[in-house]
């Protein structure tokens, strides 16, 4: 199956090496580029792409904004969102994850990993890169609730064992890890992530965590 992917930064010669980049590869197409949100918002609609190559600071609208408006609550489009940035402790990625984004990189990666990271997101197996996520959720706790708050109701919709996978998942372990932790096969792993996502409404495994953090189930710093 073909990806598509659209480009979105506002340095054109970055576009450019992504580009040559992605097109190396017989599974990827790049069907388009814009430089700010607002286009990309346009191309989106336009071109259907299955994944979206956001950059953060842009003019006229910024990656966070945009990324809200194509993948956040509500949004059902095929579209998934992996974020670029320049420096991987940029505040506004945690905006971004919360905003639906699926993941991000930073703009320095080596090709083949920004190559992965598309497929991978495609995939719907987000969480690209789950230490530096859950190190940018430890960074910015001050943003997260206090823990005082009762935790919110559709919490109880899941059992124990789904709730251990959650605080796993913000943890930052793989469905590998997460087997090795509960002595279970991976396969049923996939299964527990999977209710979870669906009783709580979430598009994938960045969005689990997010929520794991700001419903007070994972403490900042917390093992």
């Not at 590998?176 to 709580?200: C, D």
Request: aromatic share 4%.
């Amino acid at each position: 199956m073909t990806i598509r992917v659209l480009l979105v930064d506002d340095q054109p010669l970055l576009r450019t090496g992504f580009r040559m980049i992605l097109e190396a590869e017989a599974d990827l197409v790049v069907v388009g580029e814009a430089g700010d949100g607002q286009q990309a918002l346009e191309q989106v609609r336009a071109l259907q792409p299955d994944v979206v190559l956001m950059d953060i600071r842009m003019p006229r609208m910024d990656g966070v904004e945009a990324t809200r408006r194509i993948a956040g609550p509500g949004r059902d489009g095929p579209a998934k969102v992996l974020v670029l940035t320049t420096f991987d402790l940029d505040e506004y990625v945690v905006e971004a994850l919360r905003a639906g984004a699926s993941g991000f990189l930073l703009k320095d990666v080596p090709a083949e990993e920004l190559v992965q990271a598309i497929r991978v997101v495609a995939d719907g197996a987000a969480m690209l890169a789950p230490s530096i996520t859950r190190r940018l959720l430890d960074m910015y706790a001050t943003k997260l609730p206090s823990g005082d708050e009762a935790p919110p109701q559709a919490l109880t919709a899941l059992t124990e064992r789904e709730l251990e996978v959650l605080k796993l998942v913000a943890r930052g372990l793989s469905n590998a890890e997460i087997a090795g932790e509960l002595y279970v096969s991976e396969t049923t792993v996939k299964t527990h992530v999977g209710h979870v996502l669906t009783k709580l409404q979430l598009r994938d495994r960045v969005q689990a965590a997010v929520y794991a953090y700001e419903s007070g189930l994972v403490r900042p710093g917390a093992q």
